[in-house]
């Protein structure tokens, strides 16, 4: 089975500044997906960045980047230029190749993130 | 075009009692996946629908069963309710034929049970 830790419970930053949150994950796949999901008090879970472990290159979407370690099994997500609407929970989930069909996603416990004026 | 949609939003029942909840996903997908969201952690999967039939399930006891319509939509049912499936119930909407693409989330229902 897989699993994911996020070991940063809470975590904070202020406008403009850079952060970085932390996920690691175990499994014995090695075709997988791996995606953080941002989650606002609103409780929709928004897609921010996904990456394709078959892929060396690390994900970009703007002001987020990953950087994907898979001999270390680590994810980690950068935000530059945090900006008061990053304010929400960040979820780092697992998705295995499906096979066949959609396969569910596996979510690590989260990390809150405020960003300060 | 609508994205997933979820109702009620907000939902209180007490033990013992039996709950239906609804999902509509995003045009064009039709596979359906409802998670349970327990206060202060990540989403834990509870099972998919596809074809109208239960096609993967987690780690949920039998109290928790589904359907799928003709339409795509789903509903999520727990019987004989207890206080520790108050939860945000989530439901996640995909396409088959593209099964690597992103899950589409709706807003959740939130489910209180006194």
């Known amino acids: 089975a897989q699993t994911v830790t996020q070991s940063q419970p809470e975590m904070s930053v202020q406008e403009a500044e850079t952060v970085t949150l932390s996920c690691t994950y175990d499994t014995s796949e090695n075709n997988y997906y791996l995606f953080w999901y941002k989650q606002p008090p609103s409780r929709q879970m928004i897609l921010v960045i996904r990456?394709?472990?078959?892929?060396?290159q690390n994900a970009t979407e703007n002001r987020f980047s990953v950087n994907f370690q898979k001999a270390a099994k680590s994810f980690s997500l950068k935000i530059s230029d945090s900006q008061l609407g990053d304010t929400a929970m960040y979820f780092c989930?697992?998705?295995?190749?499906?096979?066949?069909?959609?396969?569910?996603?596996?979510f690590g416990k989260g990390t809150r993130l405020s960003v300060i004026a | 075009d609508a994205g997933v949609t979820q109702s009620p939003t907000h939902l209180i029942k007490t033990r013992g009692q039996q709950v239906t909840l609804r999902c509509s996903p995003k045009?064009?997908?039709?596979?359906v996946s409802w998670y349970q969201q327990a206060l202060g952690q990540g989403p834990q999967f509870i099972f998919q629908?596809?074809?109208?039939?239960?096609?993967q399930r987690g780690n949920f006891p039998d109290r928790f069963s589904g359907h799928q319509f003709p339409n795509y939509s789903s509903e999520l049912n727990v019987n004989a309710l207890l206080l520790g499936d108050s939860a945000l119930y989530l439901c996640?909407?995909?396409?088959?034929?593209?099964?690597?693409?992103?899950?589409?989330f709706g807003p959740g229902t939130r489910l209180t049970v006194l």
């Open positions: 990456q394709e472990a078959y892929k060396q």
């Open positions: 629908y596809y074809e109208e039939e239960e096609r």
């Open positions: 045009s064009g997908h039709d596979t």
């Open positions: 989930a697992f998705m295995k190749q499906p096979y066949p069909g959609n396969t569910p996603l596996v």
């Open positions: 996640a909407s995909s396409f088959s034929q593209r099964p690597t693409d992103t899950q589409y």
